[in-house]
T-cell receptor, first 113, second 111 residues
């Protein structure tokens, strides 16, 4: 059982749909992250939020739009995705200091048809 | 470009065996190296190694950081079927919030 929850756990969507992924952390952390995990590829960092401000954006296509309304919640809004966007999307949180590990949520398995 | 490489990509052993997983890195301004275990979905934290803490041990698991060789190993002794998972290595660098992950080593322990 982790202190980071994600919904939905599975999502199937068409290329023209709009959907959102939700992440919530109950650990009192002040930084939150979105990662993409594709088969046989390393975890790719997508976005980092610190104290609700986006501090890193790793050249992610604009069809992915993050939102961090407060330090406990993080969203990833999806629109006009491509089949190659199918992957496991993991949310993580941590304290924002150089020597703190990240705690991960269970992920959302996304399939784009 | 910063990168982290793990080897082997996959490994099959029998219960009771000892395994050694490798992680090598090429990054600027190394800060820390982390090991995670990923069983079903969420990676769970195992160890963090830094310049001031190059060796960690917890039960049957231990890890060492070799800053000269730019690498780390994760040892698991007396393996059990519950050790079957993907083991991820991640490296953090100074001046950034991100960790660079390797592709992971998939370990399968047979009964």
């Amino acid at each position: 059982e982790t202190g980071v929850t994600q919904t939905p756990r599975h999502l199937v969507m068409g290329m023209t749909n709009k959907k959102s992924l939700k992440c919530e952390q109950h650990l009192g952390h002040n930084a939150m992250y979105w990662y993409k995990q594709s088969a046989k590829k390393p975890l790719e960092l997508m976005f980092v939020y610190s104290l609700e401000e986006r501090v890193e954006n790793n050249s992610v296509p604009s069809r992915f739009s993050p939102e961090c309304p407060n330090s406990s919640h993080l969203f990833l809004h999806l629109h006009t995705l491509q089949p190659e966007d199918s992957a496991l999307y993991l949310c993580a949180s941590s304290y924002l200091s150089p020597y703190n590990e990240q705690f991960f949520g269970p992920g959302t398995r996304l399939t784009v048809l | 470009e910063d990168k982290v490489v793990q080897s082997p990509l996959s490994l099959v052993v029998h219960e009771g065996d000892t395994v050694t997983l490798n992680c090598s890195y090429e990054v600027t301004n190394f800060r820390s190296l982390l090991w995670y275990k990923q069983e079903k979905k969420a990676p769970t934290f195992l160890f963090m190694l830094t310049s001031s803490g190059i060796e960690k041990k917890s039960g049957r698991l231990s890890s060492i950081l070799d800053k000269k060789e730019l690498s780390s190993i994760l040892n698991i002794t007396a393996t059990q079927t519950g050790d079957s998972a993907i083991y991820l290595c991640a490296v953090g660098t100074s001046g950034t919030y991100k960790y660079i992950f390797g592709t992971g080593t998939r370990l399968k322990v047979l009964a």
